[in-house]
């Protein structure tokens, strides 16, 4: 996999109040020859979907490979979203999907993929589900996210999957231990998010007001201040390399794993631009080395996004 290929437009801040914004970064994303567009029926209670259907309406069908997660339950907590269960149930999966095409404007969806594991249903029932979609037509691919080595083999025995999408970063390295190697071995690809940590990983946290992108564990006054200490170091070696830390974290993964795409997240086509130059880092192995010599993810403290599953139609931690 090579070039532009690499890489893929995560949709998940883009909504009503960035409407313009977003579209503009879209088209700059085609413009430069990405096509892998990452939304969810659940971003932002569906405005993502809005958005990313106006942006694509007169883009012809051809020209990009839009992924859609589906399931999580979203609600309003004091004007923001969170998240408080799954709908995986495999006979609701019908009206998951028709929700998502008509917001987006589209028949049909090349990558399709549960937001989470719901424990109350076998991956087997819900891949069956979806291989039936598969079969009408509504779905050109299956996905999944944020699962198992064991699910993954489960699921596939059903239906070929198509890719994987998992949480990697330097902060994130769990899935090294055998399911990017699983996924090899199946002939399934694998879609990273969250490679800047969810903002963490960043020259801008090591400003001593900057604010944190999300409420999670890593930014917490009795963490940051640690974490900065290894974003700092990831500086220096950006600095050497005339780069940024993000676009620094961004190349490690592309040079550590050739075989995998990554999303960038943002709502800005500057952003989009500068992202995308992490491309012409060539790092080494001694290089990559280094990289995690500075940021060993053990060393990060507090949890990130976590991981989740649900229990009784309720998100309880994976």
Known sequence: ?????????????????????????????????????????????????????????????????????FGVLPKLDNGQYSLYGLDMNPFNIKAHITYSMTRLGLDYIDLYEPARLDLAFPIEEVVGALSDLVREGYIGHIGLTQIDEETL?????????????????????????????????????????????????????????????LPIGIFAPENLAENRKLVQALKEIADRKNTTVSNLALAWVLAKFPYVQSLIGTTSPEHLQDSIEALSIELSEEDVQEIERAFPAEKVKGSGMGDFVCRNGKIVEG
């Open 1 to 69: 996999m090579k070039g532009i290929e690499r890489l893929g437009l995560g949709c998940m801040q883009m909504n009503r109040k960035n409407e313009e914004k977003s579209i503009r970064t879209i088209h700059a994303a085609l413009d430069a020859g990405i096509t892998l567009f990452n939304t969810g029926e659940f971003y932002q209670a569906g405005e993502s979907e809005l958005v990313v259907g106006e942006a694509l309406r007169h883009v012809p069908r051809d020209k990009y490979f839009l992924s859609v997660k």
């Open 153 to 213: 083999r489960r699921a596939n025995a059903v239906h070929p999957i198509h890719t994987v999408e998992l949480l990697y970063s330097l902060a994130d390295r769990g899935y090294e231990c055998g399911m990017f190697q699983t996924a090899q071995q199946l002939g399934v690809r694998i879609l990273t998010f969250g490679v800047l940590a969810h903002g963490l990983i960043n020259e801008r946290i090591l400003e001593s007001d900057a604010a944190a992108t």
